[in-house]
């Protein structure tokens, strides 16, 4: 069972630990334990209660008709929430409480009801990418578990390949053409995948190769393909002291292309060739694929990043 401070409790909810400390203390939503140093902590029925307890307040339920609701009660309510809300926040929480719960039709529901409601792009920039988030802060502290976090990352996974493949086809010859793949060893595949279909969805020809690909493998795809550029994630793999090497060796086997790198450790200092790239914000790379990349000059673009 995870343990959670109400600091924990307030980053993951979105809920003020003030206004957690009231709901608790007047109205019983909560209930912590002590520790033998008298701290108070919360568990992942208290996280999931708090997140159910925050959407029904946000879509205008009182605080004191949510307290009494048995835990079925509260769930039913959530799930018959009116559907229209474009609270970002509010969504993410019901996510996260489906989650929790493990209740994958619940995620389910709630994702479609976010891409119909936003549109696609929208609904992974607002939802699904502050969702991950909220997750990596779970990760890091030990309160989400492997079940959980690979049966979120595989839905997400399936939205996005949906999506793409809904995409018409882009004929190469007619499109700036680009080469997707992450390193040997690298499996965190969500950012990748989204960005196959920025590119796609803006008429540029990708050819995806995917997960745990080795770099020597790529000159003999760019000789034949002869890409505009090359485009990678650097997450979990390589080791920090090595992505220097790495992306020295990218650079070599790619002379000729530009070369894009995103990921926490593509964010490290180490010194970038001159045909490489780093990205940061989803918004430059999306003008980037639109061709109107206004911060191309200085080479600095950032993105969201998987959870883990």
Known sequence: MAHFSISDLEQLSGVKAHTIRIWEQRYGILRPVRTATNIRTYCDDDLRRLLNVATLCNRGYRISQVAKMTEPELAKAVISCDDASH???QQVNGLLAAMLEMNELQLTRLLNEAIKRSG???AILHVAYPFLQRIGVMWQT???NPAQEHLVTNLLRQKLLAATDGLAP???AAARRWI???PEGEMHELALLFMNYILRARGHHVLYLGQNLPVQELKAVCNSYQPYAAL????AVPERDEVQDFVNELSQTCPDITLFLYGPLAQLPFHMPTNAVRLRLITDFMALAEGICACACDKEVQLPVQAS
């Open 142 to 144: 030990g309160t989400v």
């Open 87 to 89: 609270n970002y926040c």
């Open 120 to 122: 696609f792009e929208q």
């Open 180 to 182: 997707l793949f992450l």
């Open 170 to 172: 882009v004929q190469p």
């Open 232 to 235: 990678t994630v650097l997450t």
